[in-house]
Structure formats: structure tokens, C-alpha cells
């Protein structure tokens, strides 16, 4: 008796559910060792990560104003990877768009809302969306891989934010603390109702629906998708590959940008460095859990969020570095891309031949 | 026979494979002999290289048991296969084209940790002398040509001391000087007792070449002859198919319409001075061996290559101007020989598939008209007898002959005036051949007909006029009735007798 | 500038070079063999770690610095699991890699923070080091840094002389032909994927016990990425990746020296120097037209056998 790989005639059914619940499963049990490891209670870790994220009203909330950023960078991100552009510069993205929305509120700090916000949203978007532009430039004109460009521009546009707010953009006042002078009440997105979830949630939801029927209904959608699918057939059948690698890079930039834009108005209401949380390379892992569908991405990016409020909650209580949350990405990641193997083989019992 | 040796080398019993529902073998005994030449003849699809890729180690028997020097031996990776002395020429040449002769021929070969170049080539070019098969060792195997690359392939197995040689149409892609040569040192090998297998669907080398001929049809030997008991090609053809079939089509000449393609002096990409007219209504077969400049001639033509001197002209424009944003309607149609890989989307169902070509047509402001997209692929299906008819069914998953006429449909749907068809039968059975070769000649009443065929009989089936390829030049262009010109197509190939 | 400002420049240089000439040699050894691996940011910081502790705990830079190889290794074996038996996303796979080491390194780091290791001491070379130029320049510094003058050697006589650098090559330019010449090509695509990940952490290793001789967090700061442009720079050549590593090491040898010198220009856009510059590198690369020398199978999985 052997073991051998014998490829399916049809994909398993159900199988990106089994899949997903064989890496939660395996990622967990990994981690939860991780935390034995550390002398600290493993069983114990799991509840405080889970009660943290998902457990109280309030951690709830958090979730939820958590998964913004990261559902609008993943939603881009899709985009880009439904096209095969290896987009990893939603980071980087992320923050020109901070940057564009923070010059619009600190050079009118004066306007009414009605001005200012709009103002700060087309700055934003447009910043991240030019910012997408350079690879795009890179890859179309020059043939320069993009994963590389992009990621060479998060750091970058990292360091650039980093000079404005160390330098020309820091308050006066701020007792050499790297940030800019609070945004005036009128560039920073309210709560709903006066709750601590905000529009940015009204956003996320517009962009999704477009993003959504972008994907399902238009002939840029089927283009995408061909583009994706067989590069070499979307090339017979005279894709416009240049243009659509220039579209999904705006697309990408401008939701990135708008998550920066969202992060710095609502949640910190100023620059500082610390807008900067990886957001960008989270929304990598969602958008590859969620198979690149926009709504998945939604349940994807809570998931996620969760995960990092839990971390929090793991680190305020159980003093565990916040790493452990990159520990756990990068498992469920890793543990679904192998696990997507089971779809199209499986493994079969079967005598010597002969 | 008074051969070195007349043992059996490896013997098959009872081998069956299948792949899903398909039964690719189906009980399959056969004996492979020394010194011998062994024919295997089918059609596509009849099971003759999978029964080979088992033989080589690729694939795994679901019943049966090889014999190897009459002990049963299991091959179960290509490494077994090879320690079993079996070797094997693929199609499509099994090389590392950036690396030189010598290290195509060593690669995988067991020794010492260090090479040494100089020690490497030496012995290359021993084996390649003795055998009687010239090659430069240390040329680069990416600047050389078909019949040079076989030949290294050959010598590769002839290193290894293999014993059992198999050839998968091993000349389909040389010129008819290579192809002699070839037959040459496949008759040496033999007479220096190596066992050969040739697998071929071609009658006339079959008879010319083997010793013995097994018929294979449907995964099963339906007929076992000796070659110098067969009278004919007529008499194989009959065994083959048990009846006999010349394919052909019924063909009317049509009155040749306006201009549709013209190129003068096109030169570069391997192209050198190609000029030509095309009518509506007319097929122009380019034929010639692959590599003499067909697919720059295609690539030029389809947009994908922008001529480098020379003028082209589509439906009366200039080529910059006719492609800047060609018009998806009555326009230019493409059929490229790879169907999967070019011409569909694997991933994609049907309906997507058609609108990749016919996108233009189904759109509606930014959006696209699926529904309507899905009522005329249904259409197409039922037209053209596409199976399975579900239109959800992923392009992957079409056999060859129903992807081929899922092409044709959309690409006819189109309405085109120009029509570039590159080897449009390759790979399917008789009666799929037959529909692709009845729809091209009904395109004729509204398009001229670019053919780009390796297969002669196509040619002359379906062509108004002949050019024949060979360097990038076209060597001469006649009509199909110039029976003269027809005979001596086989030398024209190979660069002799300009016919100007 | 005077020379006297010159040779300590390049000798920073070299020592700014080393870690990138490690991480680009395994990643281009990995590469060879037809496997993409993205995870050298990951790898390296794993590498460090590992090696860091390892030195740490036994009090020998040299257990450390081998200690730091197999953090590496260990990490690539996840890459390999992933992409060579289960046939995943190899792009995907390589970034997961990324977040999971720096993830590791960062979280089993963080009690460490700060910490001095026994690294490795200066150690001139008797004679070579007298040599005026080069001596200072090529031959002070540490023991890690001259077995890096030989690696690119040991490479080198892998692929152009050796049976197994020859089977390599063919694993990552036709898999197929590999395969129907008897080879393996899943072992050698694994050996390729733990042997540069092997080098990749003792680029690594390099970053804690030779640079810094102490832990912090971020250690690698993206040459793990930079390495991986470089290969591309390098044209899959290991003569070049020494040329590439040396300009690295040399721009942030200087971008270094100018922030020490108090220069009126911002630390941060200083910083973005080595980024502009792998930008720039690539660009040219590909307007010298010569991206084409990739391995041709490179990041394409081959079918499990059925």
C-alpha cells in the first residue's frame, strides 16, 4: 500500500469552509503552544483574545471601527491581485492618503465641514492614487516588478510622513511629540447618532456596493477577470492591459488613501506616526482569505480586526508582545494557502501497481 | 530474421489507464523487440501516448504488468524507467534551452560532484560520431534547429545506454532532408540492437520505416501486421479505421471579392521579402515546416508584431491605423493553434469566453449585457454541437474538437472579412476535422481565409492557392490545381527549387 | 574628498554590504532552482534571532552565527511545505512569510530588547591587512565578512561547474526536462529552497551578532526586500550580486556618516535613500533589457504526480 495524489474530477464541496476551519484550527493550536511557550496560560490566552475582540459591546465596537481601514485597504488590494498586479503598496497608499487629508484640514483649518471633509476626501484619494501611479509607471513603461516597486514605496511614503511630522508639519506645542495640531471639529468624521462608530462605516459600505457591482456588472469587471485569468489570452483578445493596470492601481490607491483619510480624521484626529499600524499588509491577508470577493472581504476584514483587539486585550492583560498578532496572520494565511491544495487533489490509499 | 537479436526487451500485458470516465488503454498487450522497429499507428486520442508515457514512467497502470527482460518491474518515476534502459523523445522536446548540448545530454546522468566542460563535449561528440547524428556539443540548444534538437534528445538516451528508444512523431517538425536522415539513424540504432518504437499517424512513414505495426484505436490494439505483408497505404488506412477513409470535403470555387489582405515585402522577425494579395472569398494555405517564419507571418498579420519594413494592409487601411482600435465587427479574426492557452480562458465558462473576443458587442454604457451574452452563447452551442451544452462549463474542460468549434462560433460570430486559421485541425479526430474544415470553407462567402498549416492534406483540401514557407521566404505561390507545383511541395519545404 | 575620509567610507561599506551579499545569494541559490520566496525580510529577522539567542545562551558567536543559519532554513521549510507539496500561491506564500517571521522574531524577541550578545570581534588579517587601501578597506573587519568573499566563489563553482548546480537550473528553467532526465525536481527545489534560506539567515545572523551585537526589534529594516531586488539586479549572477550589495551597503554607509556629521538635511529623507536607490537599480536593470535571464520556470509550481 502507498500513498498517492490523485487530482479531483470536480472541486470538493464546501471545501473553502473546511479549509478555513482546518487553518483557524491549526493556526490556534500553533499559537496557543506559542503562548505555553512564554509560561503564559494557553487555554487562558485564547479567551482573553477572543473576549477581547468579540466578547463585550464595547470590544465589539472596536472590531467594527477596526475593520474600516482594513476592509477599504483589502477591497483595493483585491483589485489589484484580481488582475494578478501584485499590489503591495496599500501601506504606503494608506499613508499619502493621511498625508493628502491632513493638508486639506491644516491649510483650511477655518472651513465649514461642508467644504473641508469633501476637500480632505479628494485630497486623499488623489494622493493615494497618484502614489499608486509610480508603479504603475514603473510596470507598464519600464517593466519594473511591482512588488518590489511598491513595497519599496511603502517605506518611502512611511519615511515621508515621518519628515512632515517631525518637521514642518509638528505642533508647536506638542512637547517635541512627532504630530500635527489637532484637526479643527469640522475635518473630523463624527460618530453616527452621536455612537463612537462613525460615517466611515457609511463609506465602507458605498464602497463595497461599487466596488461589488465594478467587479460583477461591468465590461471593466470582465476585463479584470480575463486579464487575471490567462494573461496570454487577454493579450490575444486585446485587453487594454496598460490602462487596466493604471485603473486597478487608481482604484487601489484611492481606497487605500480614503482608509488613511478615515483613520487620521476619525480615530486619531491628527497625524502622528502611529496611524501607521500595518494596515496595509492586513488587508493582503484578507483579501486572500476572502478569494478576492468583496463581500467576503467584509467578514475577512472584522475577522482580522478582531484578531488585533483581541491582541490588545492580550497585551494589556496577559503582557504578550503585540507580534502575537502578526504570528497568527501569517499561520492562517500560510496554513489556507496549503489547505487550498485538499480543493483540487486528495490524498488516496491504493496498492502497488502490477 | 537474421538480426543481432530477436529477445524481447519489454513485454505489456494487459495494461489499462484511464483518466475519469476515459479509457485511455484498455487491456493492452505488446511486445517491444531488439533490433526491431516498432510502428505504433492511431489516430489522436487512440491512447498511443499514454501507453508510451507509462512505458517512460510518467503515468502509473491502473491494471496490468510490464515485463522488462522478462522480470516484472515497476516503473514508477522516469528515473525507473531510465534504470530500465527505456527511453523516450518527446513532441515537444524535453530541453533546457539555455544550456549547451554537452549539458542537455549529461543532465540527470549519475557521476562524479564536478563537470568538466572539456571532458564533457569530448564524449558528447564521440557518441554523436559513432551514431552518426552531427552536432556541435557546446553549441546553445535555444539557437538550434528542430532537427539538431531531436538529435540531441536522441543522444541523450543513447548515453544512457538505453535499449529501448521510443519516438513520439518524431517528424513532425523536420523538413523532409531531416526527416531521411532521421529514418537513417533510427535504422542504425536498430541494427545495433536497440529496440525502437516510432509512433506515428502517418501512413507512408510507417510503411517505409517499421518492421512490425500495431494498430491502436479507442485504447485497445485492434491489429498486429508485419510490415512487409501490407501491400499498401490503402490496406493500413483500412486496418486502421476498419474502413476505408480518404477525408474529404466538398469544395466550390467562389468568386474571388475585394482585397482583404495585402502585404508587400515584409521583411524582419525572421520574415525576408513576404508579399502577397488576399481576396474575399479565396484561402490562401501557408504551408511549410514549423519555425520557417509562420508565426511571425501570423503575429504580423493578427496586430501582435509590427511589421519592421514592408507595407501591410487590412480591409483597405494601413497596418498602424487598422489596429489602433480595430473594430471587433467585420473585421479580423484570429484562430490561433493553441486553443487553451491563447484563444480561451481555462478558468473561464463558456459565456465569458465568447465575450473575450466579442466584448464590444455586449456592452451597454459601463456595463456589460450578461444575460444577452449567455442567449447567444447557448445559441452557439446548439449551431455548433458543443459538448457538454451546459454554457457554465469552464473552457478547461471542453475536449479538444468542442473548444476548437467553441472558437470557431464566437470568432464567426463576429462577422469577420479577414480570417487567420493557424493548424485549425491539429489534434482532433476525423469527424471533428471535418466540421472545422465545413465551417471554414462556408466563412469563405464573407471573408478571405489566411491558412497556416503543417498538415499537407489540409492544405490541399481546403486552399484556392498554396504558398509555401521556408526561411521566413516564400519560396513560390500557386494555385492548388498547378499539379506540378503540388508534387514537388515536399521539396519546396525544404528550400530546394525556387519555383521563380 | 581625501582618502583618509575614503577608506573608512568603504570600509562601512563592506561591513553595510555584508548582510544584503548574504540574503541575496540565498534568495538568488533559491531562485535558481525555480522558487520565488518573498519571506527574506522574514527569514533574516528569524535568522537573527535565532542567532542572537543561540550566541547568547552558549556564549559562542559561532554556534550563533550557524544557530541563525537554520532560523532561516526553518522558515524557508515552511515556504517549501507550502508551495512545493501543497502547490500554493508561491507570491502569497513568500509575503505570509514575511508577516509570520517578523512576527516571531519581534514577539519571541521582546523580553530581549536591548540585550547585548557576544558577537564577532575585528579580526585583521595577518599581512593582507597591512596592504595600504585595501587592507583597511577589505580586510578589518569580522570573520563573517570574509566568508563572505567566499561564497559568491562557492556559488559561482555550484552552478558553472558541478553535476547539482547544472540539475538546479534545470529544476527552475524546465522542470519538465528535469523531470524526463530522471531528476527530482521537488528535491531539488526544496534543496534550493532551505539552502538559501540557510544563507538568507546568516544574513541575518550577520545583522545581530557582527552590526549591532545586540537585539532590537525591526532588525532587518528591509534589506530582506532589498535583496530580493537585488537578484533581479544581479541578473541571477552571483559575480553581480556582490556589485549590488557593495552599492547598497555604500549608500547607507553614507547616509549613515551624514547623519553622524549632523547634516541639516532630515534623518527620515536620508533614510529613504536605500529605497530610492533599489528603485532606481531595477529600473535600470530593465531598461539594460536583460530581465529576460530570469529562470524561465521561476514561481511556477509543478503538478503533484498522479
Known amino acids: 500500500m502507498r500513498l498517492s495524489i490523485v487530482k479531483r474530477q470536480e472541486p470538493l464541496p464546501g471545501g473553502s469552509f473546511f479549509i478555513l476551519a482546518g487553518a483557524l484550527v491549526f493556526s490556534l493550536s500553533i499559537s496557543a503552544l506559542l503562548l505555553a511557550l512564554q509560561g503564559k496560560s494557553a487555554l487562558g490566552g485564547l479567551y482573553v483574545l477572543w473576549h477581547g475582540a468579540f466578547g463585550a459591546g464595547y470590544a465589539l465596537v472596536d472590531t467594527i471601527l477596526k475593520s474600516v481601514p482594513i476592509y477599504l485597504c483589502g477591497l483595493g488590494v483585491a483589485v489589484a491581485f484580481r488582475m494578478q498586479i501584485w499590489n503591495i503598496g496599500a501601506e504606503g497608499q494608506f499613508a499619502m492618503g493621511a498625508v493628502g487629508a491632513t493638508w486639506a484640514a491644516l491649510t483650511f483649518p477655518e472651513a465649514p465641514a461642508a467644504l473641508v471633509l469633501p476637500l480632505m476626501f479628494a485630497c486623499a484619494a488623489l494622493a493615494g492614487g497618484a502614489f499608486a501611479f509610480i508603479p504603475a509607471w514603473l510596470k507598464t513603461r519600464l517593466k519594473v516588478n511591482e512588488i518590489i516597486s511598491t513595497l519599496m514605496l511603502n517605506y518611502i511614503a512611511i519615511l515621508f510622513l515621518d519628515y512632515l511630522v517631525y518637521g514642518p508639519w509638528k505642533e508647536k506645542r506638542s512637547f517635541g511629540f512627532p504630530m500635527t495640531a489637532q484637526f479643527s471639529d469640522a475635518a473630523v468624521i463624527g460618530g453616527i447618532g452621536g455612537s463612537r462608530l462613525h460615517w466611515g462605516l457609511v463609506v465602507c459600505v458605498l464602497a463595497g456596493i461599487l466596488v461589488f457591482v465594478m467587479l460583477r456588472f461591468t465590461r471593466l469587471g470582465f476585463e479584470l477577470k480575463a486579464s487575471g485569468s490567462a494573461a496570454r489570452a487577454s493579450r490575444y483578445a486585446r485587453m487594454p492591459y496598460d490602462a487596466l493596470v493604471w485603473t486597478v492601481m487608481a482604484i487601489c490607491g484611492a481606497l487605500a488613501g480614503t482608509a488613511g483619510l478615515i483613520e487620521t480624521s476619525a480615530t486619531v484626529n491628527r497625524l502622528q506616526p502611529s496611524v501607521m499600524a500595518g494596515y496595509g499588509y492586513t488587508a493582503i491577508v484578507v483579501a486572500w482569505l476572502a478569494r478576492l470577493n468583496p463581500l467576503t472581504i467584509a467578514l475577512a476584514a472584522f475577522f482580522l480586526a478582531g484578531l488585533r483587539v483581541g491582541v490588545e486585550n492580550l497585551q494589556l492583560e496577559l503582557q504578550v508582545p503585540a507580534a502575537f498578532g502578526n504570528i497568527m496572520e501569517g499561520l492562517i494565511l500560510l496554513s489556507v494557502l496549503a489547505g487550498q491544495f485538499f480543493q483540487t487533489y486528495r490524498i488516496a490509499l491504493r496498492r502497488r501497481a502490477g | ?500 | 574628498m581625501t582618502i583618509d575620509l575614503l577608506i573608512p567610507l568603504l570600509a562601512a561599506t563592506v561591513q553595510a554590504g555584508t548582510p544584503v551579499l548574504y540574503a541575496t545569494l540565498g534568495e538568488m541559490v533559491t531562485e535558481r532552482s525555480g522558487t520565488l520566496n518573498l519571506g527574506v525580510e522574514g527569514m533574516m529577522l528569524v535568522g537573527a534571532f535565532a542567532a542572537f539567542l543561540a550566541s547568547t545562551a552558549t556564549g559562542s558567536p559561532w554556534v550563533g552565527f550557524v544557530a541563525g543559519g537554520l532560523g532561516g532554513l526553518g522558515l524557508a521549510a515552511v515556504h517549501g511545505l507550502v508551495t512545493i507539496v501543497f502547490t500554493g500561491n508561491q507570491v502569497v506564500s513568500g509575503l505570509a512569510l514575511t508577516i509570520l517571521g517578523s512576527g516571531l522574531a519581534a514577539y519571541l524577541g521582546t523580553p530581549y530588547v536591548g540585550a547585548n550578545t557576544p558577537g564577532f570581534g575585528h579580526l585583521p588579517l595577518p599581512l593582507l591587512a597591512d596592504i595600504p587601501v585595501l587592507g583597511p578597506v577589505f580586510f578589518r573587519h569580522d570573520a563573517l565578512v570574509y566568508v563572505s568573499y567566499v561564497l559568491p566563489v562557492l556559488i559561482w563553482l555550484l552552478f558553472a561547474r558541478t553535476r547539482l548546480g547544472l540539475a538546479l537550473d534545470a529544476a527552475g528553467e524546465n522542470p519538465a526536462a528535469a523531470k524526463a532526465a530522471g531528476l527530482s525536481v521537488p528535491g531539488l527545489r526544496w534543496l534550493g529552497v532551505l539552502a538559501g534560506g540557510f544563507l538568507v539567515g546568516l544574513g541575518g545572523a550577520y545583522l545581530s551578532l557582527s552590526y549591532t551585537h545586540l537585539w532590537t526589534n525591526g532588525l532587518a529594516a528591509g534589506r530582506g526586500w532589498i535583496a530580493v531586488a537585488l537578484v533581479i539586479f544581479a541578473f541571477w549572477r552571483p559575480g553581480r550580486a556582490v556589485l549590488g550589495a557593495y552599492l547598497f551597503g555604500g549608500v547607507m554607509a553614507f547616509q549613515l556618516r551624514l547623519q553622524a556629521s549632523g547634516t541639516v538635511l532630515p534623518s527620515s529623507l536620508l533614510l529613504m535613500l536605500p529605497y530610492v536607490l533599489t528603485i532606481l537599480v531595477l529600473l535600470l536593470s530593465s531598461i539594460r533589457g536583460r530581465v529576460k535571464n530570469a529562470p524561465a520556470a521561476l514561481g511556477a509550481n509543478v503538478e503533484p504526480e498522479g
Open chain 2, 1 to 500: 530474421m537474421d538480426r543481432v537479436a530477436d529477445i524481447t526487451v519489454v513485454r505489456l500485458e494487459g495494461i489499462s489507464k484511464s483518466f475519469g470516465a476515459v479509457k485511455a488503454n484498455d487491456a493492452i498487450d505488446l511486445d517491444i523487440r531488439a533490433g526491431h522497429i516498432l510502428a505504433l499507428l492511431g489516430e489522436n486520442g487512440a491512447g498511443k501516448s499514454t501507453l508510451m508515457s507509462i512505458l517512460a514512467g510518467r503515468f502509473r497502470p491502473d491494471a496490468g504488468r510490464i515485463l522488462v527482460d522478462g522480470r516484472e518491474t515497476v516503473l514508477s518515476s522516469t528515473k525507473d524507467a531510465i534504470r530500465a534502459g527505456i527511453g523516450m523523445v518527446y513532441q515537444h522536446f524535453m530541453l533546457v534551452p539555455t544550456m549547451t548540448v554537452a549539458q542537455n545530454v549529461l543532465l540527470g546522468q549519475e557521476g562524479g560532484f564536478w563537470l568538466n566542460r572539456g571532458r564533457m563535449e569530448a564524449r558528447v561528440a564521440e557518441l554523436a560520431e559513432f551514431f552518426g547524428l552531427a552536432i556541435d556539443p557546446a553549441a546553445t540548444v535555444s539557437e538550434l534547429s528542430m532537427g539538431e534538437r531531436q538529435r540531441v534528445e536522441i543522444l541523450r538516451l543513447l548515453a544512457r545506454d538505453s535499449r529501448v528508444l521510443i519516438f513520439d512523431e518524431p517528424t513532425a517538425v523536420l523538413t523532409p532532408p531531416e526527416i531521411v536522415h532521421l529514418f537513417a539513424a533510427l535504422k542504425s540504432m536498430a541494427n545495433r540492437g536497440k529496440a525502437i518504437v516510432f509512433i506515428s499517424h502517418k501512413l507512408e512513414e510507417v510503411l517505409s520505416l517499421s518492421d512490425d505495426i500495431a494498430i491502436l484505436s479507442r485504447g485497445r490494439v485492434v491489429d498486429r501486421v508485419e510490415t512487409r505483408v501490407v501491400c499498401s497505404k490503402a490496406e493500413l488506412a483500412s486496418r486502421m479505421v476498419g474502413r476505408e477513409v480518404f477525408l474529404e470535403v466538398e469544395k466550390e470555387p467562389l468568386p474571388p471579392g475585394e482585397v482583404v489582405l495585402e502585404m508587400s515585402g515584409v521583411t524582419g522577425f525572421g520574415l525576408k521579402e513576404v508579399s502577397l494579395t488576399l481576396r474575399q472569398g479565396e484561402v490562401l494555405a501557408v504551408v511549410g515546416v514549423a519555425g520557417n517564419g509562420q508565426k511571425a507571418l501570423v503575429e504580423t498579420v493578427t496586430g501582435f508584431r509590427r511589421p519592421a519594413t514592408g507595407k501591410v494592409n487590412i480591409l483597405g487601411r494601413e497596418w498602424t491605423e487598422f489596429f489602433r482600435n480595430p473594430d471587433w465587427k467585420h473585421a479580423l479574426a484570429y484562430i490561433p493553434e493553441d486553443r487553451l492557452g491563447l484563444a480561451t480562458c481555462p478558468n473561464l465558462d463558456m459565456v465569458d469566453n465568447v465575450l473575450l473576443t466579442t466584448r464590444q458587442g455586449f456592452t451597454r454604457g459601463p456595463f456589460m449585457e450578461h444575460g444577452r451574452a449567455r442567449q447567444v452563447t447557448a445559441d452557439m452551442v446548439r449551431d455548433f454541437d458543443i459538448q457538454p451544452a451546459r454554457i457554465a462549463t469552464p473552457a478547461g474542460k471542453l475536449s479538444g474538437g468542442n473548444l476548437q468549434k467553441l472558437v470557431l462560433a464566437r470568432e464567426f460570430y463576429r462577422a469577420p472579412r479577414l480570417i487567420v486559421a493557424e493548424q485549425p485541425s491539429q489534434g482532433l479526430d476525423v469527424k471533428a476535422t471535418e466540421e472545422v474544415w465545413r465551417q471554414l470553407l462556408a466563412a469563405r462567402a464573407c471573408a478571405g481565409i489566411l491558412l497556416v498549416s503543417g498538415d499537407l492534406s489540409e492544405a490541399l483540401q481546403l486552399a484556392d492557392r498554396i504558398a509555401v514557407m521556408f526561411r521566413g521566404r516564400f519560396m513560390d505561390v500557386f494555385p492548388v490545381s498547378d499539379t506540378a507545383k503540388v508534387e514537388a511541395i515536399g521539396l519546396a519545404m525544404a528550400g530546394v527549387g525556387a519555383g521563380h
